[in-house]
């Protein structure tokens, strides 16, 4: 009898480490039709996503590869290449002319938090701050994270909000939560 509950204890042991092994990086995500492996950083990963064609575009005029391929830690709010064919016409062309690279560099780093914060960190501090949770960003705003049903929520500092689509997408220097939706910064 207990050399079965010891067999069982640690068949147990086991599984939860191949659970969280899973769950906090050790299987690659899928992104816009690539894997996103946890043993590549932010960049090496993006890059291959095909949702993703525009923040790539957009981090390369804005001088931000060598920032976002460094350690870290960084937890990245990525919008979809539909997030930002969502902005007015023209936003995305503008932003990405040599003379706005100020502007499109404060967009950026406003979906940058500094520290890796997964769901699981993210909801445990929404529920700490009594349902919602406020994080200053790389660029100095600040995003407030609620949740709406199983869903996390990010509202910039003008009240757009965007739903985080894809969570936890583990990488060698912090992780990725796609979202919906462009956030923006107070300009």
């Known amino acids: 009898m207990k ?17 969280l092994t899973a769950t906090a990086g050790g ?10 492996y946890p043993t590549k950083n932010i960049i090496e990963n993006a890059v291959n996503s095909k949702d993703h064609t525009t923040l790539v575009a957009a981090v390369k005029a804005a001088g931000l ?12 709010f990525a919008p979809t290449n539909e997030a930002f064919n969502a902005l007015p016409a023209g936003t995305v062309d503008g932003l990405l002319k040599p003379e706005a690279k100020g502007t499109l560099t404060k967009v950026l780093t406003y979906h940058v938090v500094a ?5 699981n960190a993210l909801a445990k501090d929404i529920k700490a701050g009594n349902g ?14 609620k949740m709406s ?8 500092e003008g009240g757009g909000t965007a739903t985080v689509t894809i969570p936890n997408v583990y990488q060698s220097n912090g992780v990725i ?9 107070k300009m």
């Open 149 to 156: 049903g199983k869903n996390i929520t990010v509202t910039d």
């Open 3 to 19: 050399r079965n509950i010891l067999k069982t204890a640690g068949m147990l042991a086991i599984a939860v480490c191949l659970t």
């Open 177 to 185: 939560h796609v979202v919906d939706k462009v956030l923006m910064p």
């Open 65 to 76: 590869v060598e920032t976002l391929s460094g350690k870290g830690p960084f937890t990245v």
């Open 115 to 119: 520290g890796k914060y997964d769901s």
């Open 27 to 36: 299987d690659p995500v899928t992104v816009g039709g690539a894997p996103m």
């Open 132 to 145: 919602s949770a406020k994080l200053k960003t790389v660029s100095g705003g600040y995003l407030t994270f």
